[in-house]
Each structure stands twice: as C-alpha cells, then as structure tokens.
C-alpha cells in the first residue's frame, strides 16, 4: 500500500471559478461570463516574435531569470509605465504571474506564518498560504467598498504576521486604490517589515487615474508581479514577472529554478516584442472594456442589483437583490440552466460571497448585450 500524500491536499479544491466554468461548459447556446480571460487576439506583431524565434531555432534554455534583453526590456517597461526602479537584475521572468505568486510566498512564508488577505479575493493566494502550513487571515471588506482600510490592516496585523496581499484593481471586484489610500495602508507598514505582495496583474486595465504601485511608499518590503496575459492578450504565452530588491530577489530564483529552470524561450522573444514595440497594446483593449463596463453596469442596475462600479480590471462583483430569496450558487445554477448565461458564485471568492457572483464583461460587446436581455428576462420573475 502506497503512503499518504500530504494531509493539506484534502482540504484543497480545484478553482471554483474553474469548477463552474466546467459545470457549464459544453451546453448548446450558453454565453460564458466566468473566466478572466480577454476576448482579444494577441497582437499580431507579438505573434510573429514568436514564429520567428521558432524558426530562428531558438529554443534551447535562457538564463534561468530569463533572456538579459528581456529583463533588461522589462525594467525600462515597467519604470516607464509605473516608476517602479527594479533594475534588470531585480527581475524573473516567470510561468506567468501564478508562478510569480507561488515562488514569492515560497520564499516567504514559513509554517505558522500568518498572511492578510482581503476578502473577497482572487482563490489563488489561500491553498499556497496554506500548502506552506502558512495561515490565512481574511479581512471582510463589503462594508468598506471592497477596500482595504488602514483600520482593517491594522486590526488584522499580529507578531506572526509575515505578508499582505494587496491585489489592486482587483480580481473579482473590480476595485482599485488610489494614492492616497496606498500612502495610508503604507503608513500602517512601514515600521513592521511586514511583505507586501502587490498582485499588480491588472495595472494596465486601470479606468481612472493611473495606475500606482504601493512600492512607490514601501520600497524595501514590497515584491511586484505582473504580467502580459491581461495587458497584451497573451494568455496562454505564460509570462509573468516577479521583482523585488536584489537580495530578496536572490533567494526567489532559487525557488523559481528549481521549480521551472527558466520561461519558455519562445514566449519570452514574443515578450520581448510586447514590452519594446507594443507598450501601447493594450489601449484599445482598454477602451473597450471601460465602454463595455459602463454599458454592463446600467443594465445590471436597472435589474435591481447592487453593485460597486470597477474602476479596472473587467469585472463586477454583483450583490443579489433581496427579492432573490436563494443564496447565489443556486441562483447562478438556475440563470445558467434556464437563460443560458453562466456567471461565477461569489463564494468561489469569498465565505461571505453567499450572496453575490462575479460577472467578466471580457467578452464581445455582442454576447454582452445578448446576455444581459437573457438576464433582464430571468430576472422578471423576482419583480
């Protein structure tokens, strides 16, 4: 008989966004709004980066942080955009920004560590924390408008505490900080040596003033990942970037080398094309989603529900009225079976997210406007 595997598995499932997304997979007619995924095609320029290094032959391995071009490349991007100051040498180039977060918590967090998280939240930081026999501490921002305050941190901070998450604009409420809220959660940080991993995937889907990176006030204990497969519709190229100060950043490549070896020689030249020539990609992508946001949020409201406008990413994370008597899995079941529209429930986020489902509008302005008359229409019987 073979022995047990680690006991911490069983109590870790596979996404819920994922599980959904399955469940309603495969059904004749049915207008997915589950996945994080943009509805656009890679940029045609960035693609061909990658079929000529395919048939340049390059595809042996690159220095384990990555190709030197490309960090080098990536530096100047990011300080460019955000001000960010990691030099070449501060950078991984990663198996996009979900290998970025594994290795920065791996290096991290030690068991009985305790990690801030505010709630609800992306399900991909708590089985990590807890696969590290870390502990997760969730702080309930739906009274605060999906925003952490320095009163919450501060409440939630204890000796064990090791790290914040702090993904800004958010995924799944769409919600950012501004600088004023960031210099106020850093003034509750700075003197505690507390990490900050800022989850900065979506800086470049940011609908108001620019975005800003919670470095910019906590230099020395803020680790930044981010990625292409939102900004320049590269999903499945799979690069993300994980920086942090030199001595830190050290440490993390071990992890990452051991690990993965290095990024896939291919994605990293289309990365390299994307962070050279194609640092205005995502504008258009960017002013598409913010009028389809915009038009999602005028129906959802005139259907009753409640909900906070994003000002990035591309989601909404809706509150049922209190005329829907069912919790949200049952009703987002229903909405799938009988209007063919699939949303995600909230509590795939959140243990408070009984009331409430994520709605991605990263889908054709078509099947947008398609899926909210289905929605309208389902939503009559509650009138």
Not at 71 to 82: G, I, M, P, Q, W
Not at 86 to 109: D, P
Not at 374 to 381: E, I, K, P, S, V
Request: proline share 5%; with cysteine.
């Amino acid at each position: 008989m073979l022995k047990p595997i680690r006991p911490e598995l069983a109590e870790i499932q596979i996404s819920g966004i994922r599980r959904f997304n399955t469940r309603v997979s495969g059904t004749l007619g049915m207008i997915k709004l589950t996945l994080g995924e943009p509805d656009f095609y890679t940029p045609e320029h960035i693609k061909q980066a990658a079929i000529d290094a395919i048939h340049e032959n390059f595809t042996n391995y690159t220095n384990n942080a990555g190709m030197p071009e490309l960090l080098r490349a990536a530096s100047d991007y990011f300080n460019e955009k955000y001000q960010l100051g990691f030099s070449e040498e501060e950078i991984i180039t990663t198996v996009g920004a979900t290998e970025a977060i594994a290795v920065a918590l791996e290096t991290i967090l030690s068991a009985g560590d305790e990690v801030i998280l505010p709630d609800p939240i992306y399900p991909g930081y708590e089985p990590i924390i807890r696969l590290l026999g870390a502990v997760p501490i969730k702080v309930d921002t739906t009274a605060s408008g999906f925003k952490l305050t320095p009163e919450q941190l501060e409440q939630a901070i204890s000796e064990k505490t090791k790290a914040l998450i702090l993904p800004y604009p958010s995924n799944p409420t769409g919600v950012s900080l501004d600088e004023a809220e960031l210099a106020a959660l850093a003034s509750v940080l700075e003197k505690t040596g507390i990490y900050v991993v800022a989850d900065e995937i979506y800086s470049e889907l940011h609908y108001g003033a620019a975005h800003v990176s919670i470095r910019k006030f906590l230099p020395k204990q803020t680790i930044v990942i981010n990625g292409l497969s939102k900004s320049h519709a590269m999903i499945g190229f799979r690069i993300g970037f994980l920086m942090a100060e030199k001595n830190l950043l050290k440490e993390m490549l071990k992890v990452h080398q051991y690990t993965v070896t290095c990024a896939s020689s291919i994605s990293q030249k289309a990365a390299l094309e994307a962070v050279t020539n194609g640092k205005e990609d995502c504008l258009p992508m960017r002013t598409e989603y913010k009028t389809r946001a915009g038009f999602v949020e005028q129906r959802l409201l005139k259907m009753g529900f409640e909900i906070i406008p994003p000002d990035g990413a591309f989601y909404f994370f809706v509150k049922l009225p209190d005329s829907v008597q069912e919790n949200a899995f049952d009703w987002a079941v229903r909405l799938a079976e009988e209007a063919k529209v699939a949303v995600v429930p909230g509590e795939a986020f959140s243990e408070k997210g009984e009331r409430y489902f994520r709605l991605s509008y990263a889908a054709s302005f078509d099947d947008l406007a398609e899926a909210m008359e289905r929605m309208q229409n389902f939503m009559a019987q509650f009138q």
